[in-house]
């Protein structure tokens, strides 16, 4: 499968299925390491944020954040 | 042209996925530069469902705790453990009468942070929820960053009154630089045509004839006519010059339409007669009768 619709998990407009593979590749890259990025922003964050709950109820907060 | 005119995006859907990445532009492979806008917008929203895919439980979980905190507490709680990026993300999932209440609670750096990252299309009931008085605080802040981008998007799914806030919180050195980015609909042609008295008078003050041209071929000049109705004859036949100048005669045949009839006389006396042949064919009947008449 192209790399870049695998990476979306959706076909992207024929203009940008139209690129040589060589950008899409580059642009899948792109957003690879921008999930990888994001979902250790997200982590951080919600790690920071069970910081600031109050220990009784951080168990419950972590439970329904799926952390 | 102005430095701030002359930072006008190229290409301002290139400008959001590179964002959304966390590139620069120029990082962006070279060819992603020849795809439509259109489908480079499509493009950005499928790079943020990618992103975001895993997350989005979580987010509206997030959102869920924040419905059930008090307004207060949760919007402190927010600014001080969510970056701007995920907040963002859990907009998508706020009932809009909860952001309503939300908005308020915290600070503007940290709401016009979140307007950056927020998908203003996705979130489109939370964005039309919010109170226009602080749409127009938002937009002041994203206008003074330069984040002319995030504000056309926004221009296209905001309400009347908060598309109103957010112009008249633009200078006309802003509107130099927004316009151009603006897609049309009927609110914002309706909001444009009916721009502050007080704005306007701006525009004309602040402008110089360059930067004038420059607006009016933005708006398309059927659209400049409350300007036009504040300029003199000067200003009317130096706008002339340089859309003649520039070729486009096309749009000084749009201006013309909107020219009182003695600004129209007075300009076209300026006008060069080869310029004159180039222009003749774009001119109404009338238009070209009034020309006859001044030779």
């Given at each position: 499968m192209d790399p870049l619709t695998e990476v979306l998990g959706a076909e992207p407009p024929t203009t940008v299925r139209a690129l040589a593979e060589e950008t899409r590749s580059a642009l899948a890259a792109q957003v690879h390491e921008a999930r990888r990025a994001t979902a250790a922003l997200n982590a951080e964050?919600?790690?920071?944020a069970l910081r600031g709950v109050p220990l009784p109820v951080r168990g419950l907060v972590r439970k329904t954040l799926g952390a | 042209m102005t430095a701030q005119a002359a930072s006008v995006p190229t290409h301002p859907q290139l400008v959001r996925v590179a964002r959304l990445l966390g590139v620069e532009v120029e990082q962006l492979p070279v060819e992603l530069a020849t795809v439509p806008a259109d489908d480079l917008r499509t493009l950005h929203d499928q790079i943020g469902e990618a992103i975001h895919r895993g997350a989005r439980a979580r987010f509206a979980a997030v959102a869920g705790l924040a419905a059930k905190l008090p307004a207060p507490a949760a919007g402190r709680l927010a600014q001080t453990f969510l970056?701007?990026?995920?907040?963002?993300?859990?907009?998508?999932?706020?009932?809009?009468?909860?952001?309503?209440?939300?908005?308020?609670?915290?600070?503007?750096?940290?709401?016009?942070?979140i307007a950056v990252a927020l998908d203003p299309v996705g979130s489109r009931e939370v964005v039309r929820a919010i109170p226009a008085p602080r749409v127009g605080?938002?937009?002041?802040?994203?206008?003074?960053?330069?984040?002319?981008?995030?504000?056309?998007?926004?221009?296209?799914?905001?309400?009347?009154?908060?598309?109103?806030?957010?112009?008249e919180a633009a200078s006309p050195h802003d509107l130099l630089?927004?316009?151009?980015?603006?897609?049309?609909?009927?609110?914002?042609?309706?909001?444009?045509?009916?721009?502050?008295?007080?704005?306007?008078?701006?525009?004309?003050?602040?402008?110089?004839?360059?930067?004038?041209?420059?607006?009016a071929l933005a708006l398309?000049?059927?659209?400049?006519?409350?300007?036009?109705?504040?300029?003199?004859?000067?200003?009317?036949?130096?706008?002339?010059?340089?859309?003649?100048?520039?070729?486009?005669?096309?749009?000084?045949?749009?201006?013309?339409?909107?020219?009182?009839?003695?600004?129209?006389?007075?300009?076209?006396?300026?006008?060069?007669?080869?310029?004159l042949d180039r222009l003749r064919p774009l001119l109404t009947d009338a238009q070209r009768e009034l020309l006859a008449g001044l030779s």
């Open positions: 964050a919600v790690e920071v | 970056p701007p990026v995920l907040a963002a993300r859990v907009c998508e999932h706020l009932e809009p009468a909860r952001a309503r209440d939300l908005v308020g609670r915290v600070s503007l750096p940290y709401l016009a942070d605080e938002v937009a002041r802040l994203l206008l003074e960053r330069h984040e002319y981008v995030v504000m056309a998007e926004f221009a296209r799914v905001v309400d009347e009154d908060a598309l109103v806030a957010a112009l630089c927004v316009v151009p980015l603006l897609e049309w609909n009927d609110t914002l042609e309706r909001v444009v045509a009916h721009l502050p008295a007080e704005q306007l008078d701006r525009i004309v003050a602040e402008l110089d004839h360059e930067e004038l041209a420059d607006l398309d000049p059927v659209r400049f006519g409350p300007v036009i109705a504040r300029v003199d004859e000067v200003t009317v036949t130096a706008l002339t010059r340089i859309l003649l100048d520039r070729r486009e005669h096309a749009a000084m045949a749009r201006l013309a339409a909107v020219l009182p009839v003695e600004l129209l006389s007075a300009t076209l006396r300026v006008v060069p007669p080869d310029e």
